[in-house]
């Protein structure tokens, strides 16, 4: 199984901030790769996929990046509605793994 | 608007099977789509189960696999997962997706609400 490694697990950040969150796996995976957003009771949404594609309704502040095996999800200007755990997976070899979940919490 | 919905027991006994369906709306099961099942134990992460296309071909957590069966019905535009010899450790909130290519890539675009399940006697 390829590993997904994210960090950092849980991070404080105020209303308007830059956030990035970084992701790595075990093994390349090309742009075979996917970020969501989670909020508690809620399922998962999702926010980019192929590395860097914006899903359809997802504000621009969101962005993603890279390839290979290190990728990076960047929040421009954090909002209140954006409180929540962010997970990374990978959808080149199966098993689709996710991440562990990186938690971003209000300062 | 393409929903999905989980429905089944909450309740299951170890030892038991768990046996939950997602019916769809919105979009046919028999389109280009993977029909996924994902779980997370209480406050935990995302683990994947597995998925299934309409032409019956499967992709299962090898960790799973050998007690994973995922079926579509393609009369009831619905698909079901059964997890045979449960424990506690199956315990878990159980989703249902839809796996969509974009780009080559499949990610998954809707999401059911998911349904806690409990193994418990």
């Known amino acids: 199984d390829i590993q997904m490694t994210q960090s950092p697990s849980s991070l404080s950040a105020s209303v308007g901030d830059r956030v990035t969150i970084t992701c790595r796996a075990s093994?390349?995976?090309?742009?075979?790769f996917n970020w969501y957003q989670q909020k508690p009771g809620k399922a998962p949404e999702l926010l980019i996929y192929?590395?860097?594609s914006l899903q359809n309704g997802v504000p621009s502040r969101f962005s993603g990046s890279g390839s290979g095996t290190d990728f990076t999800l960047t929040i421009s200007s954090l909002q209140p509605e954006d409180f929540a755990t962010y997970y990374c997976?990978?959808?080149?070899?199966?098993?689709?793994?996710f991440g562990g979940g990186t938690k971003v919490e209000i300062k | 608007q393409v929903q999905l919905r989980e429905s089944g027991p909450g309740l299951v006994k170890p030892s038991g099977t768990l046996s939950l369906t997602c019916g769809v709306s919105?979009?046919?099961?028999?389109?280009?789509?993977?029909w996924t099942w994902v779980r997370q134990s209480p406050g935990k992460g995302l683990e994947w189960i597995g998925e299934?296309?309409?032409?019956?071909?499967?992709h299962l957590n090898p960790s799973l696999k050998s007690r994973v069966i995922i079926l579509v019905d393609k009369s009831q535009n619905q698909f079901s997962l059964n997890l045979t010899s449960v424990t506690a450790a199956d315990t878990a909130v159980y989703y249902c997706?839809?796996?969509?290519?974009?780009?080559?890539?499949?990610?998954?675009?809707?999401w059911g609400h998911g349904t806690l399940v409990t193994v418990s006697s």
């Open positions: 997706a839809r796996g969509t290519v974009l780009r080559g890539v499949r990610p998954l675009d809707y």
């Open positions: 919105g979009a046919s099961i028999s389109n280009d789509n993977w």
């Open positions: 299934t296309y309409h032409s019956g071909t499967s």
């Open positions: 093994q390349r995976v090309s742009t075979y």
């Open positions: 192929a590395a860097s």
């Open positions: 997976q990978q959808s080149y070899s199966v098993p689709f793994t």
